[in-house]
């Protein structure tokens, strides 16, 4: 079974820059897609960005320029990069992983990132 460990959060100031990471243990092979979602108190949960293996990587098109991820295959490990923050980009940021295509997801325990203004 897939454990998921994630980066601690922390709080950052408005313009400043924040990355999180997302390590996958457990399994013997590369996961399918690693990727995160995002929930701010009172919102619904919204997706940030997403890593397939061997394809393009993919922001919301409401981040991109400021949120970017990348991944290590080899050590499944992705990480989401984030500059240039905002009071609203204050959330709980969720990994999760798909092990394979078609797959079902499996989730870290969430990562508070708070930015103040």
């Known amino acids: 079974q897939v454990q998921i460990e994630e980066s601690e959060g922390r709080v950052v100031q408005t313009g400043g820059s924040l990355r999180l990471s997302c390590a996958a243990s457990?399994?013997?092979?590369?996961?399918?897609?690693m990727g995160w979602y995002r929930q701010a108190p009172g919102k619904q949960r919204e997706f940030v960005a997403r890593?397939?293996?061997?394809?393009?990587?993919y922001s919301s098109p409401f981040l991109v320029g400021r949120f970017n991820i990348s991944r290590d295959n080899a050590e499944n490990t992705a990480y989401l990069q984030m500059v240039n923050l905002k009071p609203d980009d204050t959330a709980k940021y969720s990994c999760?992983?798909?092990?394979?295509?078609?797959?079902?997801?499996?989730w870290g325990q969430g990562t508070q990132g708070t930015v103040s203004s």
């Open positions: 890593a397939p293996l061997d394809e393009d990587t």
């Open positions: 999760y992983v798909v092990l394979r295509d078609g797959g079902s997801w499996s």
């Open positions: 457990g399994i013997s092979f590369t996961l399918y897609e």
